[in-house]
């Protein structure tokens, strides 16, 4: 592809026209990339027209631009949100300082490992999600299921535009080496461990959305505070994006629960309905919220400290949410071990911002339960969020066993009820046997799913949203 055509397709906001060096890097990277798409990016329905939202430009009118598309000519763009005047750095040893526009040496490993690793999460939920096509409930369903993974592939775009314009060689290995790791190949896996996990079944994708998605926008929440400046207004503009994956898990979800209060309401047993049962759904629950948390880190953690006094990773809303921006004081209370035994403690703050971070995310999650239980009042039944020291394999709580009520008990009694309380064989069979087959008929819903309370972009809910040809 020549060099004009390169910045032609390319929406941008970063001046790639009349930067020379990016656009020799970026057209090195995009046949890459493509064949990675081609190879990890959904496996069915690749060359059919989806009705996708394309940001054609961070203005609101640019932002929203809908057409048909073939996944693989989607216009991957790169864009900052727009610079603030006179920013500053807000947190950390050198607040108050001007923002970085360049890397400053002494951050450059931090900074560019905290990129690959927000960045290596894009294309790894990419792989996950490739197979759900063959079963999507619907074509409304189907079409945001693409919108989430074209999205994602633009996140990924976004990393990559950072590591190679920012870090020289090693930014640009960098970048080829997110299109060389894979979910769940034991050789070369992705960084983190819940973007090892597949995702196979929509009641799995749905959870992910709302759970693993959220850890997304809290982390670009950090992120978005940092004082390296190209990274901050980076992270700004996929916030914009990842609420609507949040909005795709959030009401896929809904809609579930939806549907099996219909049934219990009328007194039918969700399953002879070919829907849902809340046991079900709380296991995947127990699982996808489980494994999000650990994408938090360790509740104790130099790392978390250094990020935070290097000023490159702060707290969501750091200006209006606190007065002391240097967090060299005081503490944060959490439970610890001490000599085999939980106690409480205060952990100096600057050590404590994965939990600080955690707390909100925890908070944020509470509210979207809260909205699911709304649509179950009357049936007697509803969702819980588990302790947050359930099932974990990251910081404090790993390595030791908890009920779902968060009391320590031991590993074989963890085994025993195992099954009551993660997903099982069972659990997965009967979900599989629900989503044997797609449904691609405009209009029609499978039957574990109530239909959307309206469609994408103001198009009907029994719009073409996917022009399909029978494969
Ligand atoms: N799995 O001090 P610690 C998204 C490692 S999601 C495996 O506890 P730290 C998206 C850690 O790297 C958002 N390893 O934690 C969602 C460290 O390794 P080293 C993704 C883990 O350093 C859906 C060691 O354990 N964004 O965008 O504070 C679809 C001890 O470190 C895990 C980011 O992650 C884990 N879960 O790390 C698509 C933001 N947790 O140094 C996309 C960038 C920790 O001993 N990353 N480790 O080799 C970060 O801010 C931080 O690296 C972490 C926490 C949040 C991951
Ligand atoms: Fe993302
Ligand atoms: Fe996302």
Avoid at 109 to 118: D, E, K, M, S
Wanted: glycine share 8%.
């Amino acid at each position: 592809m020549g060099a004009v055509e390169l910045h032609e397709t390319i929406p941008n906001n970063v001046g790639l026209s009349s930067d020379k060096r990016l656009r020799r890097a970026l057209e090195e990277w995009q046949p890459h990339f493509l064949a990675w798409w081609r190879e990890m990016g959904p496996d069915r329905f690749r060359d059919d027209a989806v009705y996708l939202r394309t940001a054609v430009s961070v203005d609101a009118s640019g932002w929203a631009h809908f057409d048909y598309v073939r996944m693989p000519e989607y216009r991957w763009g790169i864009f900052l949100a727009e610079p603030v005047a006179d920013r500053r750095i807000g947190f950390g040893d050198d607040h108050g300082k001007p923002v970085w526009r360049e890397v400053p040496g002494e951050h450059r490993n931090t900074l560019r490992r905290l990129i690959v690793t927000q960045g290596d999460t894009e294309p790894a939920s990419v792989e996950q999600q490739r197979r759900l096509g063959a079963s999507c409930p619907s074509l409304y369903d189907l079409r945001n299921l693409f919108q989430v993974n074209v999205e994602e592939g633009r996140h990924l775009w976004a990393m990559a535009y950072l590591l190679h314009t920012y870090f020289g060689r090693d930014g640009r290995e960098e970048a080829r080496d997110l299109l060389e790791r894979r979910s769940g190949n034991p050789d070369k896996p992705r960084i983190l461990a819940a973007f090892n996990e597949p995702i196979d079944d929509w009641l799995s994708f749905f959870m992910f959305t709302t759970f693993t998605d959220r850890d997304g926008k809290y982390q670009l929440l950090a992120l978005a505070e940092s004082g390296f400046d190209p990274l901050s207004r980076t992270c700004r503009f996929m916030l914009t994006e990842e609420a609507h994956h949040m909005f795709v898990g959030e009401s896929g979800v809904g809609r579930i629960v939806e549907r099996t209060a219909e049934c219990l309401r009328a007194g039918t047993d969700p399953r002879a309905a070919g829907a849902l049962d809340l046991g079900i759904m709380q296991r995947y629950l127990n699982f996808w919220y489980s494994l999000s948390l650990d994408l938090f880190g360790s509740e104790v953690s130099t790392n978390a400290a250094h990020f935070f006094g290097a000023g490159l990773k702060g707290r969501p809303r750091e200006d209006e949410r606190y007065d002391d921006h240097l967090a060299l004081e005081g503490g944060y209370e959490m439970d610890v071990y001490e000599e085999g035994r939980l106690v409480r403690r205060a952990i100096p703050l600057r050590s404590a911002m994965n939990e600080v971070l955690r707390d909100a995310y925890v908070e944020d999650c509470q509210k979207a339960l809260d909205r699911w239980n709304r649509r179950l009042e009357g049936t007697g039944v509803r969702l819980v969020l588990p302790s947050r020291r359930f099932h974990r394999h990251q910081g404090t709580f790993a390595g030791h066993f908890f009920d779902p009520a968060g009391g320590e008990i031991t590993g074989e009694a963890f085994e025993r009820y195992r099954d009551q309380w993660l997903p099982s064989e069972a659990d997965r069979a009967y979900v599989r046997s629900l989503m044997a087959h797609p449904v691609l008929e405009p209009g029609h819903f499978a039957s574990w799913i109530a239909p959307p309370a309206r469609g994408i972009n103001h198009q009907p809910i029994d719009f073409q949203y996917v022009r399909y040809n029978e494969e």
